[in-house]
């Protein structure tokens, strides 16, 4: 089965055809197509091609199936002898895209 690593947003995905990521937020409507043309790596059957950093030519197509919110993050800053105390929360925007080809 094809696949392919894709980097976006900072990280790294391994994507085959079919699969759902969900990656930072991305602009676009619900349904719309997104095209990925950092390709570290793909992989068929037979044949492996490893990018120097990208594989040339080599693009990967989805579409945003929804956007989303990730779960909450807290921070806590304690410091015991300054009797300071800072609680932060965060929720990151996320999208998830529907790989349709690799």
């Known amino acids: 089965m094809a696949f392919a690593i894709i980097k976006t ?3 790294q995905y391994k994507v085959r055809k079919g ?3 969900k990656i930072e937020k991305l ?3 619900k349904g719309a197509s997104v095209s990925f ?6 992989a068929d059957k037979d044949s492996v091609v490893v990018g120097t950093p990208f594989v040339k030519g080599a693009i990967v197509e989805g579409s945003i199936v929804r956007a989303l919110r990730d779960d909450k993050k807290i ?3 304690y410091s ?4 300071t105390r800072r609680k ?3 929720r990151q925007e996320l999208v998830e895209v529907e ?3 690799v």
């Open 9 to 11: 947003g900072g990280k």
């Open 19 to 21: 699969d759902k990521i």
């Open 27 to 29: 602009t676009g409507e």
């Open 37 to 42: 043309n950092e390709v570290l790596l793909t």
């Open 75 to 77: 921070t806590f800053k």
């Open 80 to 83: 015991s002898k300054a009797r």
């Open 88 to 90: 932060k929360g965060h």
């Open 99 to 101: 790989i349709k080809s």
